[in-house]
């Protein structure tokens, strides 16, 4: 079977912040087909689709978060102007000069230009150069009269950053590859799982960005006995940061988390993840991020306490929109999940 990669485009270039996942949602329904025909969405938006296997088998939890990091309308000015409040964690020198797309509830969606209030180079002072602008100077453009912004745009309205997806061939670049990329593994897992040795919660999960939110209240719906999240992590493989500091490497394979500051994952999930890994020839490689966070924060610690790990896609230039991430690295991470699902007692702890 085809990897698909047109779908990985069109989820990447899919829009939706933490609380507006529906198109995302959608799109996903969409792909699974049949798969979805017993899905359902709770309260908090999470897409959750249950899959049956043996009836005595442990019931595995895998989630991927659907939001991306963005914005919403917080003020509009006199000029029509507007400005953000963040749902994510941005760092503002990714921001500049950016299109985005303001998405009103009667006229549809906008495209405007976000840049800080800033002068240009040309009457810029030195001491004016020197400064890093916070999100509250960044302004969004829409380039209409004042009178049209104040008609169209209510406060609250979904602003995202706008780029179109590229496929250079071994690797792809885009927006919100965290946690599309994510999404893309599960629904092409799902596809090839034609004989779960395991019963299947796949939970497509809302709000992670904003504190794991969907994966909190879906834990604690499904009642999983093991969870895997499913998530980008840094691969600072790049000019400019040490080895040391690169967490991933891009084209090494799936990463196999070990930690970070949402978990410790289980060591015989990850020994069990590792050995499959060996014995099937999947590419990986282990992940300790000194900071950060997956679903699996959420799963491990609801009720009284799940087995979870994270599989990661490594990714160069996390939380920009051109985030880069391996085929092979995606492929592996289909691979090894496929595996863990389909071998019976991969996913049982070890006899004490
Ligand atoms: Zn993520």
Redesign the pocket.
């Known amino acids: 079977m085809n990897h698909d990669y047109d779908l990985l485009r069109r989820l990447s270039e899919t829009d939706g912040i933490p609380g507006r996942e529906e198109a995302v949602r959608a799109l996903i329904r969409d792909a699974l087909g049949g798969l979805a025909a017993d899905a359902r969405v709770d309260a908090m938006g999470n897409l959750i689709v249950e899959l049956d296997g043996p009836a005595d088998a442990p019931l595995v939890m895998v989630s991927a978060?659907m939001d991306e990091i963005g914005f919403v309308v917080r003020h509009v000015d006199d000029k029509g102007f507007l400005r953000l409040q963040n749902h994510g964690g941005f760092d503002v020198r990714n921001l500049f000069a950016r299109h985005v797309r303001v998405h009103t509830r009667h006229g549809g969606p906008r495209l405007g230009v976000l840049n800080p209030g800033v002068k240009p180079v040309h009457i810029a002072t030195p001491e004016d150069r020197k400064k890093v602008p916070t999100l509250d100077e960044f302004v969004v453009d829409l380039g209409l009269p004042a009178e049209t912004v104040r008609a169209e745009v209510r406060i609250g309205d979904m602003v995202t950053l706008v780029q179109p997806f590229v496929d250079l061939g071994d690797v792809v670049s885009g927006k919100a590859m965290?946690?599309r990329s994510?999404c893309w593994v599960l629904v092409e897992t799902l596809r090839r799982l034609t004989a779960p040795a395991v019963r299947v919660a796949a939970v497509f999960s809302t709000q992670?960005?904003v504190g794991l939110r969907g994966a909190i209240t879906s834990a604690f719906a499904v009642q999983p006995d093991v969870g895997v999240a499913l998530?980008?992590t840094l691969a600072v493989d790049t000019p400019g940061t040490p080895e040391h500091l690169a967490v991933t490497r891009l084209g090494e394979g799936v990463a196999i988390k070990v930690r970070d500051s949402s978990t410790i994952s289980q060591a015989w999930l990850v020994d069990a993840l590792a050995d499959l890994a060996v014995a099937e020839g999947i590419a990986h490689q282990f992940e300790v991020l000194p900071l950060g966070g997956?679903d699996a924060g959420a799963i491990q610690r609801s009720r009284g306490g799940v087995a979870s790990v994270t599989l990661s896609n490594p990714s160069r230039y996390v939380h920009t929109v051109v985030e880069m991430l391996a085929k092979r690295d995606l492929e592996a991470a289909v691979a090894l999940l496929t595996a863990f699902l389909s071998t019976a007692g991969a996913a049982s702890p070890p006899k004490a």
Do not use: F, L, R
Request: net charge negative; glycine share 12%.
């Open positions: 978060h965290d946690d994510g992670e960005e998530d980008t997956t």
